[in-house]
């Protein structure tokens, strides 16, 4: 039986049939919905698999080193952009190792469709010279979940699998196999290499370096590399996860004339593709996100003459493949589309209706005549929509937490009135830290918390900030008399702006936490936070 | 057989839902089926599209490579213009005639359907109205995929058997109104000659 499911949802299933007993992540676009998936299993609940969010990135894979460390399979997952936040566990724990199985899924968005960067994980696993897997579809990504786990536990290495938005948000059939069962608890023999003291940490850094030709050795047997090679020798193809489907789309009918090289596990197999070099006249690499293969063949082959991909300008180096533009790469005709009709027009995102930001900007927007513009420090969540019209009223955007310590160091250099506008999400995730940093030195900043108890973004979430954001605040030095809190309503309008300004002319740190629940939580979440609430009082 | 569908609207419409149905029913008629769609952010009353492919062999792209789309079907003008690059030569348009205007710089709604009217194979069919004399202005996709249902590759009672299914949680009165909805599509293409607006 075929079950139709996500690539998110292909894996989270392969990874409860793997085996875990836990799976610890932060929601981010394109990968949430694989922790969803295992939050609402069936399954997983009569296994009392762990399935909570987590408040950042960082602390979701040190648990889960934590659960590897007991023997147990632990999975970890995240956004590109979320594995710079725990990059330091991520590029620890390689020299570490693991004792039960841990993967690390990284879901990656080439395009932006809803981030604000490219960037390439691929590079993150070599940089921390770990396996990394690359699944071209849904079946593959469910199947090499239990390899990732059986791999990972072998080399004692975490392994990094990685997928692309196209793949995580893509639907297909998918056969399922039997479930493994978990792990006992099991500590490891030897927990010095997990204390990364100096004298440990040598040891087992040189270890890690030593695992190489292993790790060479697992990719060149590799089923999921598999090298076809036929008698027209003209053009050779390197296809590397979901590289390999637009090739295919292409190719699939025709494939006697093609040697196709289809990379799914890294480090790259060093034979196969030297086998594939020797015998084509040119060589295409079809990758998406960075030209990361492409640059090693570059390398191995001082002749980079007949490679050719993304540094050759025969694919674009920003933005997804598509069966087209692979088409044109391998020198296939296709039509040049049509321009789309004069009549139709961007339609962007929007806050919803009856978002309580859309009156939290408007309080925001009344204040700025009087503070000067350009002084709205932002971040990420849906709140970022105040950077576009008819808002207008953020100006920057860098990374989960950056709005706090951005007007920090604004006010540093001496901007009078800076203000900081973070969710309570992503105020946990990493905005509370930058606000003991302003609290230290009392920095002339107003931070803004826009609290609509959930993760709204990414579908609203549990938000871990929930009912307890006044006594974090408190708790980090944040003066009483200067921790208001609004409800962001119409009819608050006039004593919302009265707040802010006199907020906004305080000498040192203030913060204003506004409160009003996102429109889009459910009934059965508001009742949560109910309890939630409760609980705490 | 390979049979390409773009799917199209705004964040909320629903355009997962009818892809899931479409979906299910393809599965269940021993199709290969790849669906991708559009999640996050840019849900929000923002533009949303959904590629399907059903195919009676392996489907290797999750997107449709550009001009092999054979049929848009959209719940709503602008959003189904949007795509129009991506149709084969001979490929169907449907579309809701309901706009959903939500940007001050919307176009006028009658060169929208003068541009849709100019393919040959098109079919504007006025699914809000339908889901509202139904009693539940939410079945507006049903509709539409009651009117869409004779260009699909895949039977008619499997469509029906997938409604069924993906309401199995929701009461039978909920079934039920799916499926009335999805028939007076049916009839609404049948009986569709030419848009009056």
Redesign the interface.
Same mark, same amino acid.
């Given at each position: 039986m075929?079950n139709?499911v996500l690539g998110n949802e292909a894996l989270a299933q392969g990874a409860i049939d793997a085996g875990i007993s836990g799976v610890y992540a932060y929601p981010g #676009?394109?990968s #949430?919905?694989i922790t969803e998936y295992i939050q609402n299993s069936k399954i997983a609940k009569e296994l009392g698999l762990h399935a909570t969010w987590s408040v950042n990135e960082k602390t979701a894979m040190e648990a889960a080193l934590g659960m590897s460390y007991c023997g147990k399979r632990a999975l970890t997952v995240m956004k590109h952009v979320g594995l710079n936040v725990a990059s330091d566990v991520f590029m620890n724990m390689a020299v570490s190792g693991i004792n039960g199985g841990l993967v690390v899924v990284v879901a990656d968005d080439p395009s932006m469709?809803?981030s604000q960067n490219e960037q390439d994980s691929r590079f993150y696993g070599k940089f921390a010279k770990v396996p990394i897997l690359e699944p071209s579809?849904q079946q593959e990504a469910y199947n090499m979940m239990h390899y990732a786990f059986d791999l990972s536990e072998e080399l004692q290495l975490p392994v990094l699998l990685r997928l692309v938005t196209?793949?995580s948000?893509?639907?297909?059939?998918v056969v399922f196999k039997e479930r493994r069962c978990q792990n006992g608890i099991q500590l490891p023999v030897n927990t010095d290499r997990f204390a990364l003291i100096p004298s440990n940490a040598k040891k087992q850094y040189k270890k890690l370096v030593g695992k190489r030709e292993l790790l060479l050795q697992a990719s060149e047997k590799s089923s999921w590399n598999k090298l076809g090679q036929h008698k027209d020798r003209s053009l050779g193809i390197v296809a590397c996860g979901?590289g390999?489907?637009?090739v295919?789309?292409n190719l699939?009918d025709d494939l006697e004339f093609f040697s196709l090289l289809k990379i799914s596990q890294y480090p790259i197999p060093k034979k196969k593709l030297k086998k594939l070099y020797k015998e084509s006249d040119e060589v295409l690499v079809v990758e998406e996100g960075y030209p990361l293969v492409e640059e090693i063949l570059n390398d191995y082959f001082d002749d980079t003459r007949k490679i050719t991909g993304k540094l050759t300008g025969h694919l674009p180096e920003t933005g997804e493949l #598509?069966?087209?533009l692979v088409?044109k790469a391998i020198g296939l005709y296709?039509?040049e589309?049509?321009?789309?009709?004069d009549?139709?027009?961007?339609?962007?995102?929007?806050?919803?209706e009856g978002c309580g930001h859309i009156d939290l900007f408007k309080v925001i927007q009344e204040v700025i005549p009087s503070i000067g513009q350009k002084k709205v420090f932002g971040d990420i969540g849906?709140y970022?929509l105040g950077a576009l019209a008819p808002m207008n009223t953020i100006n920057t955007l860098i990374d989960m937490g950056a709005s706090i310590t951005m007007a920090k160091g604004a006010a540093d250099a001496g901007l009078d009135n800076a203000i900081a506008i973070i969710g309570d999400s992503t105020f946990t995730h990493s905005g509370m830290t930058g606000l003991l940093e302003a609290v230290n030195e009392n920095s002339p900043i107003t931070v803004v918390i826009s609290d609509n108890s959930a993760v709204a973004? #990414?579908g609203a979430q549990e938000s871990l900030a929930t009912g307890r954001l006044k006594e974090i605040c408190l708790g980090l030095g944040v003066p009483a008399d200067h921790l208001k809190q609004i409800v962001p309503l119409k009819k608050n309008f006039k004593l919302n702006v009265e707040i802010l300004k006199k907020e906004i002319n305080h000498k040192g740190v203030s913060v204003i936490i506004s409160e009003r629940p996102c429109v889009r939580l459910t009934r059965e979440s508001k009742e949560q936070i109910k309890q939630k609430l409760a609980s705490l009082n | 057989m390979t049979f390409n569908i773009i799917l199209s609207g705004v964040g909320g419409q629903g355009i997962l839902t009818l892809a899931s149905i479409i979906d299910i029913a393809a599965l269940n008629d021993n199709l290969f089926v790849k669906q991708s769609e559009v999640h996050g952010m840019s849900q929000r009353g923002g533009a949303v599209q959904c590629h399907i492919r059903i195919a009676d062999k392996q489907i290797y792209s999750d997107i449709i490579p550009e001009g092999e789309t054979d049929l848009i079907l959209s719940a709503e003008p602008m959003e189904l213009l949007r795509h129009i690059p991506s149709l084969k030569k001979k490929g169907w348009i449907i579309t809701d005639s309901s706009t959903f205007e939500n940007i001050v710089n919307y176009p006028d709604r009658h060169e929208l359907y003068k541009q849709i009217k100019t393919h040959w194979h098109h079919m504007i069919i006025n699914a809000k109205s339908c889901a509202k004399d139904l009693g539940n202005s939410k079945i507006c996709n049903m509709v539409l995929l009651g009117a869409a249902s004779s260009k699909l590759p895949i039977r008619e009672e499997k469509i029906e058997a997938a409604i069924n299914y993906y309401f199995r949680e929701k009461s039978d009165k909920v079934r039920q109104k799916n499926i009335e909805a999805f028939r007076l599509g049916q009839k609404k293409a049948k009986d569709f000659t030419e848009f009056v607006y």
């Open positions: 075929k139709l #676009t394109p #949430t919905e469709h809803s579809n196209r793949l948000h893509s639907k297909s059939g979901i390999y489907n637009y295919m789309e699939a #598509t069966p087209n088409a296709r039509k589309p049509k321009p789309v009709s009549l139709v027009v961007a339609r962007p995102p929007q806050l919803c849906c970022a973004m #990414t | -």
